[in-house]
């Protein structure tokens, strides 16, 4: 069983288009996140979700909005594409224990979408 | 604000050989830190966890790390490297306050056989 999935595993799609990118976990975790590899291999995370909430929201275009129906899910939704949005898109989860002060739990990663806006 | 230097963009070492991964942070308390590996074409896949106790950790592939206070780093180690350990390798730091991650630039490995 795949714990973390992600769809589609590539898109092509030209600027000024609408698209999405579908996250699921199968591993009954309460936080879910989205990170952004730029060519160059770095990793911003992008937002995290805790129970259906958003926790943090980094400096991301407006453009960029995650959609969570519920806990297992955590989808991108992608505005108006810009080439500079060609990346590889990266969804992960994490399990964490309030009552023992962790957070950010070890994070267990999608397998990647790599997006490319022509 | 916390942060991850990897000082080694590219590393290339012999099958065989050992290895040493840099990673150094900066966060004023004490971290939560984590090495990934990133095969090509791959996500991410923790290798091994600090967050308290004994600073030396196993992971598994036979990589260990060690937590040094005093120096601010969390070096990765293999004493044989074996060809398919080539891949970028990524350390992070995470905090007990705010749900948040951060990345080092990660460190690409290369194997000669």
């Known amino acids: 069983d795949t714990a973390v999935s992600q769809t589609p595993k590539y898109l092509v799609t030209q600027m000024g288009n609408d698209k999405s990118i579908k996250c699921e976990q199968n591993l009954g975790h309460d936080t879910m996140y989205w990170y952004k590899q730029d060519s160059k291999k770095f990793l911003k995370i992008m937002f995290s979700?805790?129970?259906?909430?958003?926790?943090i929201n980094e400096t991301v275009p407006n453009r960029f909005s995650p959609k969570s129906p519920d806990k297992a899910h955590l989808n991108l939704h992608i505005n108006s594409l810009e080439l500079g949005d060609s990346a590889v898109y990266f969804c992960a989860s994490s399990q964490d224990y309030p009552l023992l002060g962790l957070s950010s739990y070890e994070q267990y990663f999608g397998p990647g979408t790599r997006l490319t806006v022509t | 604000a916390q942060s991850v230097t990897q000082p080694d963009i590219h590393i290339t070492v012999s099958e065989g050989a050992s290895l040493e991964l840099r990673c150094n942070y900066s966060y004023g308390a004490t971290p939560y830190l984590f090495w990934y590996v990133q095969s090509p074409g791959q996500g991410l896949q923790l290798l091994l966890k600090?967050?308290?106790?004994?600073?030396l950790v196993q992971g598994i592939k036979g990589f260990e790390a060690e937590f040094k206070r005093s120096q601010s780093s969390f070096n990765l180690r293999k004493p044989s490297v074996h060809w398919s350990d080539a891949a970028e390798y990524f350390c992070?730091?995470?905090?007990?306050?705010?749900?948040?991650?951060?990345f080092g630039f990660g460190t690409r490995l290369k194997v000669l056989a």
């Open positions: 979700y805790n129970n259906k909430e958003l926790i």
């Open positions: 600090y967050f308290s106790g004994d600073t």
């Open positions: 992070a730091v995470s905090t007990s306050v705010t749900y948040n991650y951060f």
